[in-house]
């Protein structure tokens, strides 16, 4: 396996979901940023099962333990170990399952691949994994923070429900996360229906990084928007990434697409704030296609170990709609790829002649 | 810059659009595999310029030295030097543009990322960068043609005319590489009537993997999608990535997008032939979007260095439309990304207790 | 920082001498092998401190925990990751060393790098850090025991005196880790008596490998001897590395050198078993200097932060010779970089060439 | 095979030595470093063979050819492609070695490893594959320079015969490039000496990096020593590295190893410019052991591909001490490893609380 993610700044996320602590060291982060457990909590809380009836019921209180690489409230540039406990760990729950191939989910997969499955909850393919990449995104966010970006995800798309506004204040305030008022009840609506019929839902997350400066970003194959897609597509269930105007660009003519430069600025964003695989300074902006959760009540069909056809059904404590949680996995691992972007492009400053930036004034 | 991709399997590539030489060396490849220079050219010349009246005109013969790592026709397990000559170089071509940045193109960011631009021809940026690319990826082709594994891309979508069929034997036959006899006459007049009005437009590759075998990808963070996401995404002007049913997997439910298992094997293939970030030994489907080329004749306005308001129209040698093109270069990340899958998967296998697989007898 | 060590199976380390913690994450490890915290156990019990009279008397029990990649007994493939609370920490002892650059150590170049230094006991700079080293390098030993590989470490010279046998067998035996019956007293006295005078003494630890198979090692910047030299290099208090004849051999002619080939096999092993890169099958030996540690309890002077002239007494728990403590590192570097370099060997093994060894016979 | 080194700044090789031409690409070179083929040609005719009678007789112009990564004279951050085409080539002979294994040479370990073996004069593990690295060593020399460090080697011991001054500019003015007027002609008759005696000498060099900012190194895997180790010794026929005192440090006691800090700065450089890992601002000083050229006339015995006992002698142009070509190529592994770790210090230097260091003004 393969559990580590970035260059200068690189996360190694660990754990199953009913073994005893999930969590990740994060390597790389530059000393002297303020950092608590505190921080840290916060947005593991916001990825917490359980806040909400749009998600599953498992109570995990994800209380994380910083370990390592931080003295006196700073980092050291040290590694950095944050560790989570598992509380509500329920193993022999899946003991019916463990001969079983879960359609939709990567039973049959690891078991071809390693020979041996942990079975519990899906063992290391859970969502569970993403509390590592959380806790080592809330560092990563601190980074950016030092020099004023910041990077929020929501929401878009809930089956056939789509937001329209982007009123981004309001996304945090409802269980669906997503930015639009009008619309908020009826894809809550829309899951809870989905949940009743024992079945589920899929949708779109839109990642939003404002304030991040032009230059970031390493062609040719470290382009910022591959760097994302990779980072991205390694969260579980997401089976699309785009940026800026991303399908739809298949669509348009180049007198279309082209964001004009004017003496103010870029007078649009089609490009999403990356040419070239690197920032504009416009703000960044991709997609992710979540496909619906494949545990649902609805009895289904299946294969055992042995190639016997088995009936089953799963009865335990699934997210309906996957969106609302994996918005914060999102917002981790857009950070992650922007703090070491970032420090990649500290790393050859020194030798980049200054230039006047002719938009510079018309941002400021 | 980052120019390498891959873990064991990598490749490093080096050039600019108008400079002496493009090429890369690729590093990690077994040993023991039969390979000429002349192999490596059959890839190189789908990919070259002036194929057809739907690509630029620029007259490149791309003819590929073998400078390292073969011995008495075999590779030696030593790193592969892969070198085109630059003939067709007109960077006299590019002087008025030198202080200009041209919209939809990396001008800006470059400028502003290194403090100094090479703007002959779009320099690094210029898709004349993946010569080095495809001359790797006929190399990743053989190795994974060793295990029987096959990678075919071709164009299905350009402008709005979406293909419904899949006859790959004929995409290789028409200059738009699509594999739908209707649609490939349509798509061609779309993109000669957009180059006729001094435009471009978009589409969308789909690349197909067959025959790979279960248990390739290195969850959780080198998924295979994840990486084929990256190695995708890093090719200029795809804005967008998704597998299997990708973003329209986003409006389904999870009793429709689950692949049932039976013992006659899987029964669908929504998830494009991976879970949980490993190959079920189904088809690969994979699909990019490809932005509409940003180079057109069209008078366009934009800044210049100065900040000034410049007008500018580019009357060049360019592609109407990047599919065809960007085809041969699809396959060369897809079998760059899933060869370096298969040599990992191959470092870990002895250890592997071999199973019977069920799904085996339905697929001999 | 950079805590990650190898390729495929790739160690990364956390914790600083008096925080909560220190262990690792071992990612990359096949599955299949059988694993307990035991086993782990045995390693970290030779490491750890408070043994006999020839080490630091801090008592610290390192009992580690088994977080994740373990299921039913065995590793599943995941990433590993192994920890181990502090019991006997008092950063409060370190209070007094504070705003001081002490000789030797690393608080100078901490400072002066991070701009933060933890103080407490050396922070991460500590020997302490190398549980999480000795933690991981048990389970790469599990690896290489699987092919029947084994490595061990011992003490062959501490200050001037110098060991002739290699009685491996009892170099467990004694404190100093000495494979020499008449030499081993005397280095426990010498030690003792430096101790005594306040002082502390140096030492060589060597380090073999038997029973590697030929062909391991990825020329030409991942030779196994440059690997290796690397892994060992990057213990604190390391200051040499030589492998086979070492310096020694820059004092041969070429006729006494080269390692005679007999259709009986090797007829020596001047080059330590490695030739070009690459494991030969002949024993791996190299060496390493380890230098006196800097903590000793004769009144020294420095410098503080500000620059204003000090004197100090280090009163602490300090090892007088690391050699000891060294030797269990030193393994596990060992068997981390052995096991990467076979992992590696085994991704490109179906491609090679099946040959008939003619030294085969006269090793088997 | 791995032919990388380095994390920022990287370089890979290619070429073997009777292959049509050898190079490496440099990739993540800063922008804005004034560039030309020029100032890599003088490095590489410090390498080139033929220059004096102590090294072997093959003529290679060795003429440099920069095909990227550089526009109007200076670097834009792009990789940097370097290729030397191979004049000299007399693959025919070495038809009559082509089933042997000769001793001391990689024959056997390349054969077993690869199953295929390139054995025109040793193919990729040849010294002439360090021609890629001395070419891109000259670029990282250059951004050394640009913030005022410097890198010299020379040789220090040739045989029995060790160097006693340190005169550094003589180095460069006689052909063993030893610092020393005394025992430079005792070293070069030596060496004639063994070359005529059919017999080939080893040596030690010693590298000096002066003006080295402190600071540089990233414990605690890639520890500035460690680094070093790790590029020095995948240098062919190097057996040994040690920094500072290194094995005579074994031999040390604490009181005495331990480098006094004083309100001048530090008062001797027993540790070698490195504490912890990190640069202190000293010079970094290091050796490393180059065994005996193992290709000699004197007759020898060996076995072939069949295990047949076969008498054979090199009748070759072969270097009769490999130390005075070893000097530049050691050089462009520490400036490779220095700029890396420069970059990487780069990156979190923005992060760094700025302090009055103490020690600045002794320097200053």
Redesign the interface.
Known sequence: ?????G??L?V?????SH?????A?L??C????PLTAEVVQRDLDRRRPGQSAVTTQRKEPDKV?L???V??G????????L?VRSVDARPADYANLKDL?R????D???????????Y?GS???SGR?TVGRVAAGAVARL?LS?IGARVQAYTV?V??IVAEKRDLGFAEENPVRVPDREKAPLMERAILA?REAG??????VEIRADCVP??????????L??????????I?A??????????????????????????GGFASNH??G????????EPIVCRI????????A?P??????????RDFAISGRHDPCLCPRVVPVAEAMTCLALADAL?????????????E???H?ARA
Do not use: C
Not at 199 to 204: Q, R, T
């Open positions: 396996m393969s559990s580590t993610f260059r200068l690189r190694t996320t660990f754990g199953e073994g005893p602590a999930v969590g060291i390597d790389g530059p000393p002297g940023i333990e370990l390592s690489g003295f006196e700073v980092t050291t540039g040290a590694s950095i170990a560790v191939f359609p939709g989910h990567a049959y997969t690891y078991w071809k691949k390693y020979g041996v499955r942990d519990r063992g290391r393919s994994e980074i030092s798309q089956g056939d989905a079945d589920s839902l899929g949708g779109v032009a230059g970031l970003g390493d062609p040719v194959m470290d382009k928007e591959a760097v994302l897609a990779w980072g991205l597509m390694s579980g997401v089976k699309g990434f785009e940026v800026g105007d991303g399908f739809a660009a298949s669509r348009r003519r180049g007198s279309e697409m082209n964001d004009r430069m004017t003496p490009a999403g990356i040419l070239g695989g690197i920032s504009t300074g296609a979540v496909k619906p959760p494949s545990s649902i609805i289904q069909k299946t294969v055992d170990v042995e190639g016997k056809e420090l990649r492009q500290r790393a050859i400053e020194p030798w980049v002649k200054k230039l930036d002719p938009l004034k």
